[in-house]
């Protein structure tokens, strides 16, 4: 089975572009994650999903931040304005169940805001 | 207090020997923690996970979980160049669903 898979995996931006990251989690998963890892601050998470429903997004650093699930294959996060300090890797995983179950990451996006 | 805490090194250790690394929490409701392994430039992939106070082994790796004093450690025996990663440690919230917080993670280099 395919894993988690993100996209664009390299993006590199101008200050004040808006920028779209994608996911589509491993089939059959039901939560979904964002997590921002940079050097100072290590892996941080921005927001999650259960079900579709996004659960806890006190994570997002700010309203220029946002995060969608339409569907149970498909999740984007969105920064608009970007600014250079967004620049970061940014991860998505999915995991199955209601509890503490493991999570699968992708290979994540590295972003670059000019 | 950070709600996980781990040195972030780097560890060095010899090819052969035993690396210990340490992780502390602060939510006393967790139950269950992991060890994510993270080679650089790619993603966090798990290695190991405890529920129980004790030990546990999975080949050359031992978690070791002490909840009474909110410590939990992963010791990797006959250390490998190969097992040179940044380990990262994942805690569960204890109010439900799947948020977890991981630690900075600790840089172990294995020298040949």
């Known amino acids: 089975d395919a894993g988690v898979i993100q996209s664009p995996r390299h993006e590199v931006t101008e200050m004040g572009q808006e920028v779209t990251l994608r996911c589509k989690p491993i089939?059959?998963?039901?939560?979904l994650f964002w997590y921002r890892q940079t050097m100072m601050r290590g892996l941080e998470l921005l927001i999650y999903f259960n079900n579709n429903v996004p659960i806890d997004d006190s994570g997002m650093p700010e309203d220029r931040f946002s995060a969608k699930m339409p569907n149970a294959s498909f999740s984007t996060l969105k920064i608009q304005p970007s600014e250079p300090r967004d620049s970061a890797v940014y991860f998505c995983?999915?995991?199955?169940?209601?509890?503490?179950?493991?999570?699968?990451f992708g290979p994540g996006t590295r972003l670059l805001v000019l | 207090q950070k709600e996980v805490e781990q040195n972030s090194g780097p560890l060095s250790v010899p090819e052969g020997a035993i690396a210990s690394l340490n992780c502390t929490y602060s939510d006393r409701g967790s139950q269950s923690f992991f060890w994510y392994r993270q080679y650089s430039g790619k993603s966090p992939e798990l290695i190991m996970f405890?529920?129980?106070?004790g030990d546990k082994e999975d080949g050359r790796f031992t978690a070791q979980l002490n909840k009474a004093s909110q410590y939990v450690s992963l010791l990797i025996r006959d250390s490998q160049p190969s097992d040179s990663a940044t380990y990262l440690c994942a805690v569960p919230h204890s109010g439900g669903y799947q948020k977890v917080t991981f630690g900075t993670g600790t840089k172990l280099q294995v020298i040949p």
């Open positions: 405890i529920y129980s106070n």
């Open positions: 995983a999915s995991s199955y169940g209601t509890l503490q179950e493991t999570q699968y």
């Open positions: 089939s059959g998963h039901n939560s």
